[in-house]
């Protein structure tokens, strides 16, 4: 079960902010991690006022509805206002709305240039997207190759869901000889790195190597950072081993499942 590239969800702007210049560092984490509803009102307050990366977090505050009524049309115009005003991480988020129809029709050619944009200011995320858009044809003439340099770039940047990707261009040998030694380096960093398909790879390679019982740990990991149909993939595939031990441990997460 190798693990393709995938959208999860458009949730990508996610981090503290670093500098800027109406707020400080403090002032941002102590928003961010107050109450929501406090921290929605504030940054509705800033965004209106034309606060750029106000604009992204209530943006993303109405992807999640957190703190206020989920509303994916009103969050695709916040991001398109802050990616006006020239932030990287907007530009990435507009971008996801139209590859995921988010507020908006589903148009993947539409999301390339906003992802390229991003891609092209560095960040990691925008390089990560832009390179899965390659990978797949999706939106944009497939290449492969452009796609790795991509993911490596980002990788750099410990992106750990680019460095996924490095190592399955080197397991599957896409535009590059197959290497197995290089994917399971590149899927353990993945792993370490918070990756839940990275920890699945990391666990794979594990098992494959005999390594049965420092894989048990990461495929534990992966299925607590999953989605619910992730898990049920890494179930399935549990489930069809010849290894006693990991049938039942599918058993045991289709049980816990049911409860």
Same mark, same amino acid.
């Given at each position: 079960?190798?693990?393709?590239?995938?959208?999860? !969800?458009? &949730?990508?702007?996610?981090?503290?902010?670093?500098?800027?210049?109406?707020? !400080?560092?403090? /002032?941002?984490?102590?928003?961010?991690?107050?109450?929501?509803?406090?921290?929605?009102?504030?940054?509705?307050?800033?965004?209106?006022?034309?606060?750029?990366?106000?604009?992204?977090?209530?943006?993303?505050?109405?992807?999640?509805?957190?703190?206020? &009524?989920?509303?994916?049309?009103?969050?695709?115009?916040?991001?398109?206002?802050?990616?006006?005003?020239?932030?990287?991480?907007?530009?990435?988020?507009? *971008?996801?709305?139209?590859?995921?129809? %988010? *507020? =908006?029709?589903?148009?993947?050619?539409?999301?390339?240039?906003? %992802?390229?944009?991003?891609? /092209?200011? *560095?960040?990691?995320?925008?390089?990560?997207?832009?390179?899965?858009?390659?990978?797949?044809?999706?939106?944009?003439?497939?290449?492969?190759?452009?796609?790795?340099?991509?993911?490596?770039?980002? &990788?750099?940047? !410990?992106?750990?869901? &680019?460095?996924?990707?490095?190592?399955?261009?080197?397991?599957?040998?896409?535009? =590059?000889?197959?290497?197995?030694?290089?994917?399971?380096?590149?899927?353990?960093?993945?792993?370490? *790195?918070?990756?839940?398909?990275?920890?699945?790879?990391?666990?794979?390679?594990?098992?494959?190597?005999?390594?049965?019982?420092?894989?048990?740990?990461?495929?534990?990991?992966?299925?607590?950072?999953?989605?619910?149909? %992730?898990?049920?993939?890494?179930?399935?595939?549990?489930?069809?081993?010849? /290894?006693?031990?990991?049938?039942?441990?599918?058993?045991?997460?289709? /049980?816990?499942?049911?409860?």
């Amino acid at each position: 079960m190798t693990t393709a590239p995938a959208a999860d !969800s458009p &949730s990508e702007a996610s981090a503290l902010p670093r500098d800027n210049p109406v707020w !400080s560092a403090e /002032e941002w984490r102590a928003l961010l991690t107050g109450p929501p509803e406090g921290a929605a009102r504030a940054l509705e307050q800033a965004a209106q006022g034309g606060m750029a990366l106000a604009q992204l977090y209530y943006g993303q505050f109405l992807v999640d509805g957190c703190g206020v &009524s989920a509303d994916p049309r009103a969050a695709l115009h916040w991001f398109h206002k802050a990616a006006q005003a020239g932030l990287p991480m907007a530009m990435n988020m507009v *971008g996801r709305c139209f590859d995921q129809g %988010f *507020g =908006v029709e589903e148009d993947p050619a539409q999301a390339v240039p906003w %992802f390229r944009a991003a891609a /092209e200011q *560095g960040l990691d995320w925008g390089l990560y997207n832009l390179a899965t858009m390659l990978t797949l044809g999706r939106g944009v003439a497939e290449d492969k190759a452009q796609a790795l340099e991509l993911f490596r770039q980002a &990788s750099a940047q !410990s992106h750990a869901k &680019s460095t996924n990707m490095v190592g399955i261009f080197h397991e599957d040998g896409w535009v =590059v000889p197959q290497n197995l030694r290089l994917a399971a380096y590149h899927f353990a960093r993945a792993a370490e *790195g918070g990756d839940f398909r990275g920890a699945f790879n990391h666990a794979r390679m594990l098992i494959a190597a005999g390594q049965m019982a420092e894989a048990l740990p990461w495929l534990e990991s992966a299925r607590a950072g999953g989605h619910a149909r %992730f898990a049920e993939q890494m179930t399935a595939w549990l489930a069809a081993r010849k /290894e006693e031990s990991l049938r039942a441990l599918a058993r045991q997460w289709d /049980e816990q499942g049911r409860a």
